[in-house]
């Protein structure tokens, strides 16, 4: 089979448990098309775009967000149920702080430039989901830049550099109708929407792989 290289743009959050489980599935739908040359790019999408700079204390955060513990837990938990089928073992109760992503998506446009950003979002979302880490703090971040292979992260973060891009991104998605992630876009046209399973996945990967034959 002739290899097609497909685009795929992600719509995403390094604090979303559903993005974290999608990106386990996009893998295993990856290795069912293993003929396929799959191009991703991570795109920004603030879940709390208001959240302060400092972030905020993570019983705070789930009081605000879910109206208590008791419905913050029963959320969760069925998230580290479905988590654990993809091989995630969720560690929620490390976390102690909600963080401000909006740096953590700066270091993503940094790594995209640096052909690193796939490597990137992996480890934010372990750092967080597995160890409970600020990924909001810069000493955390610089820890995960040099885990990921980046160099000269520390002189882009104390720079301005990337700070209108996530902000415009953030405001493109909701203009797209965007309201939830992960969100993935085919060749840039085709929209899939939520975690989906590995099969739906790899159904999106044979639409890509078609339309870049029709092309061709």
Request: charged share 25%.
């Amino acid at each position: 089979m002739t290899k097609a290289t497909i685009e795929i743009d992600i719509y995403s959050d390094p604090i979303c448990p559903w993005c974290y489980i999608g990106l386990k599935r996009f893998r295993k739908a990856q290795t069912m098309r293993p003929d396929f040359e799959v191009k991703t790019r991570w795109l920004t999408f603030q879940l709390n775009p208001d959240m302060p700079l400092e972030g905020m204390e993570r019983q705070s955060y789930l009081d605000n967000k879910f109206g208590g513990r008791d419905n913050a837990t029963q959320f969760y938990d069925q998230i580290a149920a479905t988590g654990y089928e993809e091989g995630i073992d969720f560690k929620f109760d490390l976390i102690k702080k909600t963080p401000n992503t909006v740096d953590a998506h700066r270091l993503s446009i940094f790594a995209r430039s640096q052909n690193r950003q796939d490597a990137l979002m992996e480890r934010l979302f372990e750092y967080y989901f597995l160890e409970g880490q600020n990924i909001g703090d810069r000493n955390v971040l610089l820890e995960i830049a040099k885990a990921s292979g980046l160099t000269d992260a520390e002189k882009y973060l104390d720079s301005d550099q990337g700070h209108e891009e996530v902000l415009f991104t953030d405001q493109n998605a909701r203009s797209l109708g965007l309201n939830g992630v992960p969100c993935f876009i085919v060749n840039r046209q085709h929209i899939l929407p939520g975690a989906q399973n590995a099969d739906t996945l790899a159904q999106m990967l044979d639409i890509g792989y078609q339309q870049q034959l029709e092309q061709s």
